[in-house]
T-cell receptor, first 113, second 110 residues
Framework: KAGVTQTPRYLIKTRGQQVTLSCSPISGHRSVSWYQQTPGQGLQFLFEYFSETQRNKGNFPGRFSGRQFSNSRSEMNVSTLELGDSALYLC????????????FGPGTRLLVL | AQRVTQPEKLLSVFKGAPVELKCNYSYSGSPELFWYVQYSRQRLQLLLRHISRESIKGFTADLNKGETSFHLKKPFAQEEDSAMYYCALRNREYGNKLVFGAGTILRVKS
């Protein structure tokens, strides 16, 4: 099976802009989670989607949002970008919720100037 | 609150030496514990989960609920083990949300 894919792999934006990142889970996986990875804060949970519904949310401002489509693909959106949003954004997929392990994508590296 | 602590930022050992990467957690319920590994220029990948009780690439980890620890061990380190290792906790009440430790860089010297 193909692994989790994320697009784009690299992105440069300026403050105030908005960005949309995409994640395609492993075929058959219905749960998609998003994480932010920074040198200062490490890996932090953003949110999880299962069957097109947000099931869990981390401690991030409302500028961070996401959605999941009927084919389990997911997008996350960050509006009004700030310099501190520069990070590696990781997507992880799992067959279900809270039972099986998660498999991570390569990430999208976002740089906000 | 759930928290995962990896006290060592960097662990440097010689090839053939034993390795122990420490992980402590704070959580009052029955969590699931995982070890993830990230090799240079590769994606984060699952190494071990405590419920599987298996050995992967010679690594083992035992969940000690009394000490709230889940240390990762390998009797004889190899150069290809050099990577960043993350300990992570999941509480099933929160679905697939993983709480990660800060990570430990393992360097195996020849």
């Amino acid at each position: 099976k193909a692994g989790v894919t994320q697009t784009p792999r690299y992105l440069i934006k300026t403050r105030g802009q908005q960005v949309t990142l995409s994640c395609s889970p492993i075929s058959g996986h219905r749960s998609v989670s998003w994480y932010q990875q920074t040198p200062g804060q490490g890996l932090q949970f953003l949110f999880e989607y299962f069957s097109e519904t947000q099931r869990n949310k981390g401690n991030f401002p409302g500028r961070f949002s996401g959605r999941q489509f009927s084919n389990s693909r997911s997008e996350m959106n960050v509006s009004t970008l700030e310099l501190g949003d520069s990070a590696l954004y990781l997507c992880a997929s799992s067959p279900g919720q809270g039972i099986q392990a998660q498999y991570f994508g390569p990430g999208t590296r976002l740089l906000v100037l | 609150a759930q928290r995962v602590t990896q006290p060592e930022k960097l662990l440097s050992v010689f090839k053939g030496a034993p390795v122990e990467l420490k992980c402590n957690y704070s959580y009052s319920g029955s969590p699931e514990l995982f070890w993830y590994v990230q090799y240079s220029r590769q994606r984060l990948q699952l190494l071990l989960r405590h419920i599987s009780r298996e050995s992967i690439k010679g690594f083992t980890a035992d969940l000690n609920k009394g000490e709230t620890s889940f240390h990762l061990k390998k009797p004889f380190a190899q150069e290809e083990d050099s990577a960043m290792y993350y300990c992570a906790l999941r509480n099933r009440e929160y679905g697939n949300k993983l709480v990660f430790g800060a990570g430990t860089i393992l360097r195996v010297k020849s």
